[in-house]
């Protein structure tokens, strides 16, 4: 005849059943203290810039590229360009303090991630120094503008369809003083502007004498572009 087994002894938990590990650890975590706002702060900042922070960087310095390729600027790519840069720089500061204080190795490990915005920053401030956007665009639709150019009349303004020549949207050809004037749809942030083709050098920078409130500025070749003050 076997032993009869053990009955347990001890009440169950209130309720009638016994905890289970997943109740346990939800309930550690409901009765946890919350992180305060410099923690989560200090958590946020101690990682380096990621899948988020840098391709918004790499789409805030093309917009300001864009703007750069349009003569005499574009307000709407300048407004987005200069305030998403702000606020990413602001952004960037705040967090390579804070991780300087409190997670200098992280900077280390992720060394190429950190020196990835300031980089991006550098070359697009180099290329718009140069002017390498406004000349690569004019350069790659002179062709076409050209032939707009011969077909058009002293003055011609363009229908919608008839607007994109090359890679810019021309709203009007006009003829002043033996230099044909292209004015760039919404080119221009305060100024209306445009390019313009000259075989003669023309003076930049200045008033031009019979050329009205036009000034130019030189592009490459016989480009430059204006702006009406």
């Known amino acids: 005849m076997s032993a009869a087994t053990p009955e347990p002894t001890g009440s169950a938990p209130q309720g009638g059943q016994p905890g289970t590990g997943e109740e346990s650890v939800a309930k550690l975590i409901s009765i946890a203290p919350k992180p305060t706002l410099a923690q989560r702060l200090i958590s946020w900042a101690s990682r380096p810039p990621g899948t988020l922070y840098l391709p918004s960087c790499v789409i805030v310095a093309l917009v300001l590229l864009y703007e750069d390729s349009v003569p005499g600027g574009h307000?709407?790519?300048?407004?987005?360009?200069?305030?998403?840069?702000?606020?990413?720089?602001?952004?960037?500061?705040?967090?390579?303090g804070i991780a300087m204080t409190v997670a200098r190795p992280m900077i280390r490990y992720y060394w190429l991630r950190w020196i990835t915005p300031?980089?991006?920053?550098?070359?697009?401030?180099?290329?718009?120094?140069?002017?390498?956007?406004?000349?690569?665009?004019?350069?790659?639709?002179?062709?076409?503008?050209?032939?707009?150019?011969?077909?058009?009349?002293?003055?011609?303004?363009?229908?919608?369809?008839?607007?994109?020549?090359?890679?810019?949207?021309?709203?009007?050809?006009?003829?002043?003083?033996?230099?044909?004037?292209?004015t760039v749809e919404d080119a221009g942030v305060l100024k209306k502007s445009g390019l313009a083709y000259s075989p003669e050098e023309l003076p930049t920078d200045v008033f031009v004498p019979g050329h009205g409130n036009l000034v130019y500025e030189h592009i490459t070749g016989d480009w430059y572009s204006w702006t009406d003050y």
């Open 118 to 182: 300031p980089l991006i920053a550098l070359v697009a401030v180099v290329l718009s120094l140069a002017d390498v956007p406004l000349q690569a665009r004019v350069d790659a639709s002179a062709a076409d503008l050209l032939q707009l150019r011969k077909t058009s009349d002293s003055s011609t303004v363009l229908l919608p369809e008839e607007r994109w020549t090359g890679f810019y949207p021309i709203s009007e050809v006009t003829e002043r003083e033996g230099v044909t004037l292209f």
């Open 75 to 96: 307000l709407t790519s300048f407004v987005l360009g200069m305030g998403g840069g702000a606020f990413l720089a602001t952004m960037g500061a705040l967090r390579l």
